[in-house]
């Protein structure tokens, strides 16, 4: 069955510090994988969706870039975080017709 | 571009009431629609999905939902709920607008279920 792992659950950086998040699916090949967040008392946004190896693109302009170097592997980063990067990262993959699934998330706060 | 209204920021029940939580959603020629629980400080579950064929859909912990493409309305209900069921619902829906399958989230709703 397919799994979707996602490292480190909570963190805890000082502004202007980099990040890094890292999201890694099992039991599939080529799938769709996603960067979601979740600020406090707000919804969740797309920040970054890949169809493939180095294959990236952004919903919105902002201080986080994402990489995908393996097809089963997604990160999260940036170089100096802000305050407003706080939030609950969640890492999602396409499964079967056209079903989206979330790994557990990553808390990050941001001091 | 697809939106998702949830109706309702909160909704308090007592335990073993029914339960309706109300999703709608703009109009396109075919949509594929979900609903997501979120318990505290956890990632999403998926609850159940419209994709196609029967307008009642069932998911898991005794959930439903009705897609009514008439009024473009997602309702998630619960004949009797559990105090167990206390957590934020999010209704979603796919744009595929892009080439790729894209969640467009409604605002969530937080269930309260109380003794």
């Known amino acids: 069955s397919q799994t979707i792992h996602q490292w480190p659950a909570t963190l805890v950086q000082p502004v202007g510090s980099p990040l890094s998040l890292e999201c890694t699916v099992e039991?599939?090949?080529?799938?769709?994988l996603y960067w979601y967040r979740q600020a406090a008392g707000r919804g969740l946004q797309l920040l970054f969706y890949?169809?493939?190896?180095?294959?990236i693109s952004s919903e919105v302009p902002q201080n986080l870039s994402a990489s995908r170097p393996q097809d089963r592997q997604f990160i999260l980063s940036s170089k100096k975080l802000l305050l407003s990067d706080s939030g609950f990262y969640l890492c999602?993959?396409?499964?079967?017709?056209?079903?989206?699934?979330f790994g557990e998330g990553s808390w990050l706060t941001v001091v | 571009a697809q939106s998702v209204t949830q109706l309702d920021s909160q909704v308090p029940v007592f335990e073993e009431a029914p339960v309706e939580l109300r999703c709608n959603y703009s109009?396109?020629?075919?949509?594929?629609l979900f609903w997501y629980v979120q318990y505290p400080n956890q990632g999403l579950q998926l609850l159940l999905k419209?994709?196609?064929?029967?307008?009642l859909v069932k998911g898991i912990n005794g959930f439903e939902a009705e897609f009514n493409k008439s009024q473009t309305s997602f309702h998630l209900r619960k004949p009797s709920v559990h105090i167990s069921d206390t957590a934020e619902y999010f209704c979603?829906?796919?744009?595929?607008?892009?080439?790729?399958?894209?969640?467009?989230f409604g605002a969530g709703t937080r269930l309260a279920v109380h003794p």
């Open positions: 999602a993959w396409t499964g079967t017709r056209n079903t989206i699934y």
């Open positions: 039991g599939t090949s080529n799938p769709n």
């Open positions: 890949s169809v493939g190896i180095g294959q």
């Open positions: 109009s396109s020629v075919s949509v594929y």
């Open positions: 419209y994709l196609s064929g029967s307008t």
């Open positions: 979603a829906v796919s744009d595929l607008a892009g080439g790729y399958n894209k969640l467009i």
